[in-house]
Structures are given as structure tokens and as C-alpha cells.
């Protein structure tokens, strides 16, 4: 059974800057797509950033380019998620998560539990 276990969460001033790390266990997957969703109260999830543990180019929503980035450490199954230039609309649950099918991450099988990201103004 994969486990994703998140840190990093906080809360930070509008402008700063948090990271998130998500790190993975339990599975034997050769390659696996991995991710980050957010949810704000009121409000849909939303996907984040995604990427392939095999490479290609990462996947970030248009409310994010340029502010955030995702990467990953494959020999610690780790991904992380640096979010710079932070606003206050980015306050939500931030959500890890995987798939073994590969990207997009449209339905994953795996869910971290979350970590909250509070950006005051």
C-alpha cells in the first residue's frame, strides 16, 4: 500500500515563500506520477503541480506558474513543492498525491493527508 506523508505546511505573510515535501513509501511502481492538490473552504479542488517520476515536463495550473515549482528526489521518493510569492488566496489544505497509471492525475489512487498553507495579507 503506497503512503504519502506531507510537511512543510505553515503560515507565512503574503509575498514569503513555504515549502511542501511529500514523501512516498510502500510501493514498487517502476515509474509513478506524483502531485499537488489544493483545497480552500468553499471551494473545489484544484490541481496543483504534477510530475513524472520518468521525466517530461511538469504540469502547474495557470494560478500558480511562475510562483511555483515542483521537483523531485527519486533515490528518496520524495517530491516537493516551493511556493514563492505567496498570496493570500493560496491559503487551503494542500493535498500530495499518486498515481501508478501515470499523468495527468485525474483521479488518484493515493492521498497524503494534507498540510495546511495559511498566507496572511
Known amino acids: 500500500q503506497v503512503q504519502l506523508v506531507e510537511s512543510g505546511g505553515g503560515s507565512v505573510q503574503a509575498g514569503g515563500s513555504l515549502r511542501l515535501s511529500c514523501a512516498a513509501s510502500g510501493y514498487t511502481y517502476s515509474s509513478i506520477c506524483m502531485g499537488w492538490f489544493r483545497q480552500a473552504p468553499g471551494k473545489d479542488r484544484e490541481r496543483v503541480a504534477e510530475i513524472y517520476s520518468e521525466g517530461g515536463g511538469p504540469y502547474y495550473a495557470d494560478s500558480v506558474k511562475g510562483r511555483f515549482t515542483i521537483s523531485q528526489d527519486n533515490a528518496k521518493n520524495t517530491i516537493y513543492l516551493q511556493m514563492n510569492g505567496l498570496k493570500p488566496e493560496d491559503t487551503a489544505m494542500y493535498y500530495c498525491?499518486?498515481?501508478?497509471?501515470?499523468?495527468?492525475?485525474?483521479?488518484?489512487?493515493?492521498w497524503g493527508k494534507g498540510t495546511l498553507v495559511t498566507i496572511s495579507s
Open positions: 498525491a499518486a498515481e501508478a497509471a501515470g499523468c495527468p492525475l485525474v483521479d488518484p489512487d493515493y
